[in-house]
């Protein structure tokens, strides 16, 4: 689990040399505490080129219980509708940082209910690190598959008691949000579609992180269409190979899932708040993603 850790973040670090200034609820005095990477490399100060408006939108912080703990969440959905479309949405090992939240809103605009849920909130604040090394070892690192899923569960429940509609969800993901993404379609059977972008498909067996992508990417129940990079140094183009072959041999969901592959693009090419942004690639695999959840059933 750490190797695998630290190759994310290692490709991390490649696509992030510098970060920009501002955060929707953590200052940039809060990162200045950290200590060995210089804050600057932390790309948790997310201030977005994209900027999408809350203009007829329902749109901020909730709470979600999950068996009685109290988890974060952004939520975004069209004001005043109710039965609306479900899509989650899973952070970066960033946390819910403005990117995040601006990526609900942009799901709001196209009419779904989007909820990105603080995913790491009962290991710490991902967004208070300023050494990566730090945020891997004592958040990311702690945080079980397992307890992931009920909180995805968690979510889906409240989306249903406050306007969503839990026969029409999706689940999107980005860097290991897009791991967990493939999880989370082979795991609730109400999962409609998946997007995952640029999501570790491989890796080393704990008791945290039992299983990876490729070793439930046989039994999905729904369809995942992956948006990887050609140029992403952390995820070789051997192991979308290997998930493919798996893919071939399972559900019929399984079989429907499919690969896009952006040939020049790196880690984290949807990211507009970093370096690795590339728009072209970025702009190709929104409009496929809004169309893979439209297809399925989703929208």
Not at 57 to 80: E, F, K, Q
Not at 122 to 143: F, H, N, P, T
Not at 188 to 201: Q, S
Not at 261 to 289: I, M, T
Request: hydrophobic share 45%.
């Amino acid at each position: 689990m750490k190797t695998d850790l630290i190759q994310e973040a290692q490709a991390l670090l490649n696509a992030t040399p510098d970060s920009s200034a501002g955060t929707r609820r953590r200052t940039a005095l809060k990162l200045a505490l950290g200590a060995g990477y210089a804050a600057s490399v932390m790309p948790i100060q997310a201030q977005t080129a994209i900027k999408t408006s809350a203009e007829g939108l329902t749109a901020g912080d909730v709470m979600i219980n999950v068996n009685g703990h109290p988890m974060p969440a952004y939520r975004a959905m069209p004001a005043g509708k109710k039965n609306l479309p479900v899509v989650l949405v899973l952070s970066e090992i960033f946390g819910v940082h403005e990117y995040i939240a601006d990526t609900a809103r942009r799901f709001a605009k196209a009419g779904y209910m989007a909820i990105a849920p603080e995913l790491f909130d009962r290991q710490g604040d991902a967004q208070s690190y300023g050494e990566m090394a730090k945020l891997m070892a004592e958040v990311i690192s702690k945080v079980p598959d397992a307890q992931v899923m009920g909180d995805l569960d968690a979510c889906v429940r409240w989306a249903g008691e406050n306007g969503g509609n839990p026969d029409k969800l999706g689940v999107t993901g980005f860097c290991w949000g897009g791991r967990q993404t493939w999880l989370y379609a082979a795991h609730n059977p109400r999962v409609k579609a998946g997007v995952a972008w640029y999501g570790r498909l491989v890796g080393q067996s704990t008791e945290l992180t039992p299983k990876h992508p490729v070793d439930i990417g046989a039994a999905l129940h729904a369809p995942v269409l992956g948006l990887y990079g050609g140029a992403d140094t952390g995820i070789p183009l051997d192991t979308v190979d290997k998930m493919k072959v798996v893919l071939a041999q399972g559900t019929p969901a399984a079989k429907a899932s499919t690969f896009v592959v952006y040939p020049d693009a790196p880690h984290a090419f949807h990211a507009d708040y970093r370096p690795s942004f590339r728009q072209a690639a970025a702009e190709d695999g929104w409009k496929r993603a809004l169309a893979w959840m439209a297809q399925h059933g989703v929208a």
